[in-house]
Every structure is written in structure tokens, then in C-alpha cells.
């Protein structure tokens, strides 16, 4: 593995960072879909707690 360090710096080959790089991106990309889909189905959760007349909040009574 060649690694040069300066100081607190480290500096790696790109033969080693590319393959990194390419994996850090797939990962991301997959995160990125299941965020959206459970955004997607939270939405939709929501939506449907909301039209619910169950779940409604008015607010709170004062008492007198």
C-alpha cells in the first residue's frame, strides 16, 4: 500500500482511492433510493393519518 505521510496529511495512490471513490458512489446511490422510498411511504402515511377523523388535533380546551 503506498501511503506518504506529511504530517497530519496523508496521501494515498489513485490506484487505491479509484476503487473507493466507485464504492462510496454505489452506496450512495443506494441510500439515496431507499431514503426516497420510505420519504415516499412516510408521505403516504401521513396523508392518510391526517384525513383520518380519529387523529385529528383541534388544539387544546382552556379551562374556565
Known amino acids: 500500500m503506498a501511503v506518504e505521510t506529511k504530517g497530519i496529511f496523508?496521501?494515498?495512490?489513485?490506484?487505491?482511492?479509484e476503487p473507493?471513490?466507485?464504492?462510496?458512489?454505489?452506496?450512495y446511490c443506494t441510500l439515496d433510493a431507499q431514503l426516497k422510498e420510505l420519504y415516499?411511504?412516510?408521505t403516504s402515511f401521513m396523508a392518510t393519518l391526517c384525513h383520518c377523523p380519529r387523529f385529528i388535533i383541534t388544539g387544546y380546551k382552556t379551562r374556565a
Not at 496523508?10 to 482511492?17: A, G, Q, T, V
Not at 473507493?20 to 452506496?27: A, G, S
Open 10 to 17: 496523508s496521501y494515498i495512490d489513485n490506484m487505491l482511492m
Open 20 to 27: 473507493i471513490t466507485e464504492l462510496t458512489d454505489n452506496i
Open 40 to 42: 415516499t411511504l412516510y
